[in-house]
């Protein structure tokens, strides 16, 4: 069975740019996390979504943005890139939300450069 | 609130030899714990979970975990280290609803040959 698949893998923007990060969780978890690791730190919570609502948010500014489909797939969209949003965007699936005793499967994340 | 403190920031050890990796954690109910590894320019691979079944938690690859609540740590350990085991890894905690993860700092291992 496919993982969590995670596209593009590197991508490379300029400040004030947009950008979209596409996920596809495993097949058959409907929950969906994305998480940012900047160089040399541990992954900082960013969403969460669970049958397409949003079930938690970390502490990030209003321009980071996601949404889940029916498909249970999942997009993290940044607005006015900054230097600091450079970072390895993680995406992690679950079957259900809302359970913490529940293992994360992570994907290989997308390498986002800003220059 | 949640949290997780990873004592050791970089580990080194020689192939063969035990492998310890400390992590104490802070919760204000009974906590889901959980280590995982990261290769270079990978995502993160589940390497054991506690979830207050058992204190002592066997994962992949040889590593176990031993849940310690009087000491509130969660050391990974393995008996022999192997080339392959170097990377980085992270203890992590969840929240009480399994919304949010909260990682620590990640503890880089290195194994000498």
């Known amino acids: 069975d496919a993982g969590v698949t995670q596209s593009p893998t590197h991508l490379i923007k300029t400040r004030g740019q947009h950008v979209t990060l596409r996920c596809s969780p495993i097949?058959?978890?409907?929950?969906v996390s994305w998480y940012q690791q900047v160089l040399g730190q541990g992954p900082q919570f960013i969403f969460q979504y669970y049958e397409k609502e949003e079930r938690g948010r970390g502490n990030f500014p209003d321009r980071f943005s996601a949404r889940q489909f029916p498909n249970y797939s999942s997009e993290l969209n940044v607005n006015a890139l900054l230097l600091g949003d450079s970072a390895l965007y993680l995406c992690?699936?679950?079957?259900?939300?809302?359970?913490?005793?529940?293992?994360?499967?992570f994907g290989d994340g997308t390498r986002l450069s800003i220059l | 609130a949640q949290s997780v403190t990873q004592l050791d920031s970089h580990v080194s050890v020689s192939e063969g030899t035990p492998v310890l990796l400390r992590c104490n954690y802070s919760?204000?109910?009974?906590?889901?714990l959980f280590w995982y590894v990261q290769h270079p320019n990978k995502g993160l691979q589940l390497l054991l979970k506690?979830?207050?079944?058992?204190?002592l938690v066997k994962g992949i690859n040889g590593f176990e975990a031993e849940f310690k609540k009087s000491e509130t740590s969660f050391h990974l350990t393995k008996p022999s280290a192997h080339m392959s085991d170097a990377a980085e890894y992270f203890c992590?905690?969840?929240?009480?609803?399994?919304?949010?993860?909260?990682f620590g700092t990640g503890t880089s291992l290195t194994v000498i040959p």
């Open positions: 992690a699936s679950t079957p259900l939300g809302g359970y913490s005793n529940q293992p994360q499967h």
């Open positions: 919760s204000s109910y009974s906590p889901s």
């Open positions: 097949s058959g978890h409907k929950s």
């Open positions: 992590v905690v969840s929240d009480l609803g399994g919304n949010q993860f909260y």
């Open positions: 506690y979830t207050s079944a058992a204190t």
